[in-house]
């Protein structure tokens, strides 16, 4: 017992993976920095440039850091990958390893990328990933153990964010097709034994390769429903025994429309011992709290009705207490809505943490996709909301697109370290807001929760806030020269230090001594 206790209490000082120690996307450790600042050189212990541009997370043990970038040369479109380990006190990049797909994707693509998954590590071994279809697994000192490649579900859209591999219960879950092209375009958690790369299980029901499963308690939920007509029913949330895969119980989305926008597993499926949580869009977008023991719906809250939204007037923060934000009176004057428009709620997707009795999320500005039951405009713009899970109380605090810029898009540049433009399209230039990119998703280290955008800004919020007010808006922090930096990963913590990356670098963050 000593030593499992040892051994949980290392595992938590560690990020291994995407969601960090415990699978939650939150941890408890040194307190880290809140403001830091690439562009002004405030609280940046290092910066390392990378071989090219990418999107994976942190995985962090010790004194080894592990990501993935596209390989030296390649821009436009690419399957070919890299797998990093580096020096966590100083950046210097130790080794590196090739790890090619089948299916190209496009390079800094707003929806994601090749290089998206997160690497896992457990200290003496790193798994490396390719979304075009393929993974491995090395010693931390870089000896290859095994490789195994797939073929991702189907063109063209294989490129949108995709499940963030787990590694629980003995195994690493990742989403992939059916052996055999068996049911065409349908994904399933695939159980990995780490050391072989054989498969141990597939679960029972399907799990959309869009949404972000969470493994707890010798279980995992995940969900099913997207855009693109993804094919895997009945739209909804399973959770699965991570034993064998087999389905505990099963949430079924509604008796109407069980596609999107209705429904959309395109989120984080958070849930804790005693709920699990996810949105619904018709008849009206909402939040919904099902009990985690047995699937059933225990309570849902309407986004739009009766909420509180701070927004800033150019000089100060202005609260609408108890709107309807079908009122178009709450509306910003920069996204003026059409005459058949109404404001629809889209929590982005994918931004989605569960942090003291609260679910935040960030919204998108101009999406336009909300076409059913009514047609509309996403909102309200450049928030980050809130719900109370308890009380059900809804507020949106309205931020800064970057720093002193707020309410209007900016444009980006997509340049790797060697200052070539790598990407595959015009929509990786923008801010991620108006045509609803996939931000890296959040993380939370003790109180505070870290959120980012495609611009490289990070948000730091106190998740205790009683009021969500200005005062809950704790820092807005850089990772370079807003217009010139590029990024849509999540953020990793271990040991007082925050890890960042941009196209171009990696970066330590902490105090600087």
């Known amino acids: 017992m000593r030593a499992l206790l040892f051994s949980i209490a290392v595992f938590a000082q560690n990020w291994p993976q995407a969601a960090g120690p415990d699978g939650s996307w939150t941890t408890r450790g040194p307190a880290p920095v809140d403001r830091w600042s690439v562009a002004q050189g405030k609280n940046i212990v290092w910066r390392t440039p990378l071989p090219n541009g990418g999107q994976s997370g942190i995985a962090v043990w010790g004194d080894r850091l592990f990501l993935t970038t596209f390989a030296e040369g390649e821009k436009g479109f690419s399957a070919k990958i890299l797998g990093l380990a580096v020096d966590a006190k100083n950046g210097k990049i130790l080794w590196r390893v090739a790890l090619d797909g089948v299916e190209k994707s496009p390079m800094l693509y707003a929806f994601s990328d090749s290089t998206t998954p997160t690497p896992i ?5 790193v798994w490396f990933f390719n979304a075009s279809g393929s993974m491995g697994c090395w010693t931390v000192d870089g000896r290859e153990v095994w490789r195994r490649s797939y073929k991702p579900w189907g063109a063209p859209y ?3 964010k995709q499940h963030e591999p787990i590694l629980a219960g003995g195994v690493i879950l990742n ?13 399933y958690l695939r159980a990995i ?5 054989k498969t141990k299980w597939i679960a029972e029901d399907a799990t959309t390769a869009y949404n972000t499963a969470v493994a707890a308690r010798g279980a995992v939920l995940h969900g099913r429903g997207g855009w693109h007509d993804v094919p895997e029913r009945p739209v909804g949330l ?3 025994n991570l034993r064998d895969g087999k389905t505990k119980w099963r949430f079924v989305a509604g008796d109407g429309e069980t596609s999107a926008p209705a429904w959309q597993a395109l989120y984080i499926m958070h849930w804790d011992k005693r709920f699990a949580y996810w949105f619904g869009f018709d008849p009206e977008e909402r939040h919904l709290v099902i009990d985690a023991a047995t699937g059933k719906l225990v309570k849902e809250q309407s986004l739009i009705r009766n909420v509180d939204y701070r ?15 079908r009122d178009v009176r709450t509306m910003p004057a920069a996204y003026p809505l059409n005459a058949d428009e109404v404001m629809r709620v889209l929590p982005a997707w994918h931004t989605n943490i569960v942090a003291n009795g609260y679910h935040y999320f960030m919204t998108t500005s101009g999406h336009r996709r909300m076409r059913k039951p009514l047609k509309g405009r996403a909102g309200p713009a450049y928030c980050i909301g809130r719900v109370h899970i308890e009380t059900g ?6 931020t800064p697109v970057a720093p002193d810029v707020w309410g209007k898009p900016v444009k980006t540049k997509t340049l790797n370290a060697a200052g070539v433009d790598i990407a595959a399209e015009e929509r990786s230039r923008t801010d991620g807001y108006e045509i609803a990119a996939f931000f890296g998703s959040p993380i939370a280290v003790n109180d505070r929760v870290y959120f980012t955008n495609m611009l490289g800004v990070t948000y730091v919020i106190d998740s205790k806030a009683k009021v969500f007010d200005e005062k809950a808006l704790v820092a807005v922090n850089d990772i370079g020269a807003i217009g010139e930096t590029w990024s849509l990963n999540s953020l990793a913590y271990s040991r007082g230090v925050l890890y960042h990356r941009s196209a171009k670098e990696l970066i330590a963050i902490g105090a600087m001594r």
Do not use: I
């Not at 590590?121 to 071994?125: A, C, I, L, P, S």
């Not at 989403?175 to 994904?187: F, R, S, T, Y």
């Not at 109380?393 to 309205?398: A, D, I, Q, R």
């Open 121 to 125: 590590t457990d200290g003496k071994h």
């Open 158 to 160: 294989p490129f949108n």
């Open 175 to 187: 989403v992939e097709p059916l052996d055999h092209n068996e049911k065409p375009g349908w994904n």
């Open 193 to 197: 034994d780490p050391l072989t790369g």
């Open 238 to 240: 399973s959770l699965s």
């Open 311 to 325: 927004r800033w007037d150019g000089a100060k923060y202005v609260l609408h207490a108890g709107v309807n934000l």
């Open 393 to 398: 109380k809804v507020e949106y605090l309205e």
